[in-house]
């Protein structure tokens, strides 16, 4: 394995190695450790994307509607909400609401991944994790974009209250939750590691954890480097869709 | 435009080979890897 040479000798095959998609393989599965990962790939990913898709469907909605009736009964609803989720730890809410629904109302299963009901539970309990701040986001940016100059200039020409909020200043208001969203793909990944312990999913943070159990270092370091490229590309795509938004970086 | 977009493909290539790094230090920052594999 080539230990008894220099660490720079060792990093440089290891980059190479890596380019070709090779870290070698399970010590315990006995087969080339980057198939293994990406076999649990998508599970990891389509729980994410689950999870920030919710995460979004509930935030954009509330949050917009937070700001336009700030102070009212729904805004102080919204932020005993989000002070709410972000007090409960992920592995917790996954634990209750298996006792509720699965346990004792038997509406959804408790485990596993093979139909979509499956799917509900695990992505309800990551989506409790990124939803409040994607929330707080959405309302103090619309706060500081609805009191604008443009927007009160687009109400005087008779622009409809719907088409003033949801066209005028929820573009300008995207553009930290685009950033934001951008960051919690990257802590959803890592968060869906205890979700999956949690719900016996089988995606790839039950096989990393499986592998540093065992020791088996292949693994983790394809799996760590797969999280962290998947990371690396989505923030990148948050860098080209914040170039579409923001024409000030398109001039420049 | 296009230089922004240079600037963080650059930018990309050079989180990738920080990533690598930190990737190859996990099996040699946590001790002698012939020692954790033995049994």
Known sequence: MGFNEPLPVQFVRFLANTARGDFGNSFFHRAPALPLVMKRMPTTLLLTVLALGLSLAIALPVGILSAVRRNSLFDHGATFVVFLGTSMPVFWTGIMLIILFAVQLRLLPVSGWESWAALVLPTVTLATFSTPLLLRIVRSSMLEVINLDYVRTARAKGVSERIVIWHHALINAALPLVTVAGLQFGILLGGAIVTETVFAVPGLGRLIVGAIRQLDFPIVQAGVFVLALIVVLVNFAVDLLYIYLNPQIRVR | ?39
């Open chain 2, 1 to 39: 435009m296009l230089t922004v977009l240079v600037r963080r493909v650059v930018r990309l290539v050079v989180v990738l080979a920080g990533v690598s790094l930190v990737t190859f230090a996990i099996l040699h920052v946590s001790g002698d890897p012939v020692s954790l594999m033995m049994p």
